[in-house]
């Protein structure tokens, strides 16, 4: 049973423009999620992340976004960058130090120039 | 770079083989974990060490076995795979970024079974 859910299997956006990537769960327990970013040939590397105390978290060019009443978040990358080509995973736990994360089956953003 | 190291990085074996997987992290962390990932599908929890103990153990089939001698060392051992057990091995290991628990992986090893 899947519980994070990346509905989008890839996303084509123009250099410069905003990416949205949109994830759902329907663990009502997760409050802790976190997105990673893959590249071909490496593993996943931590993103950004988001404590459901919050409905917002901006780092940089990233902004995670938390709407705990539809289960769900969203990343917004702006501007997007060549760069940012790369599988986004969507993860999530229930409690900031449990060990086990929950992912995403990721989408793949590819970023036109 | 996190600092997580997986060796081999590719890997092609048939079903009668035996191979082992490593991984390796002197992050300080102690708690360590196996991912499997199949093409378009999320990435599965496999085994999680914590301590060097076993806590999690995902109804993985017995062809894939485990082992943590340390807080820094671990190994999956494979024997008499099947050609579905093509993937993408992942090791994490667990630390603090900016305060908050995540998790640091590894290149992973690319698995073929033939």
């Known amino acids: 049973d899947q519980q994070v859910k990346q509905n989008s299997p890839s996303l084509s956006v123009q250099e410069g423009r905003i990416s949205i990537l949109n994830c759902d769960y329907t663990n009502s327990m997760f409050d802790y999620f976190l997105w990673y970013k893959k590249y071909p040939a490496e593993g996943p590397t931590f993103l950004i992340s988001?404590?459901?105390?919050?409905d917002k978290n901006e780092d940089g060019r990233f902004t995670v976004f938390l709407n705990k009443s539809a289960k769900h978040l969203s990343l917004h990358i702006v501007p997007s960058q060549p760069g940012d080509s790369a599988v986004y995973f969507c993860?999530?736990?229930?409690?900031?130090?449990?060990?086990?994360?929950?992912f995403g089956a990721g989408t793949t953003v590819t970023v036109r120039a | 770079e996190t600092g997580v190291t997986q060796t081999p990085r590719h890997l092609v074996m048939g079903m009668t083989n035996k191979k082992s997987l490593k991984c390796e992290q002197h992050?300080?962390?102690?708690?360590m974990y196996w991912y499997k990932q199949s093409a378009k599908k999320p990435l599965e929890l496999m085994f999680v060490y914590s301590l060097e103990e076993r806590v999690e153990n995902n109804s993985v089939p017995s062809r894939f076995s485990p082992e943590c001698p340390n807080s820094s060392h671990l190994f999956l051992h494979l024997h008499t795979l099947q050609p579905e057990d093509s993937a993408l091995y992942l090791c994490?290991?667990?630390?603090?970024?900016?305060?908050?628990?995540?998790?640091?992986f590894g290149p992973g090893t690319r698995l073929l079974v033939l």
């Open positions: 994490a290991s667990k630390g603090r970024v900016a305060g908050r628990e995540t998790q640091y």
């Open positions: 993860a999530a736990s229930a409690g900031s130090n449990d060990y086990k994360l929950s």
């Open positions: 988001i404590s459901s105390i919050k």
């Open positions: 992050l300080g962390h102690n708690a």
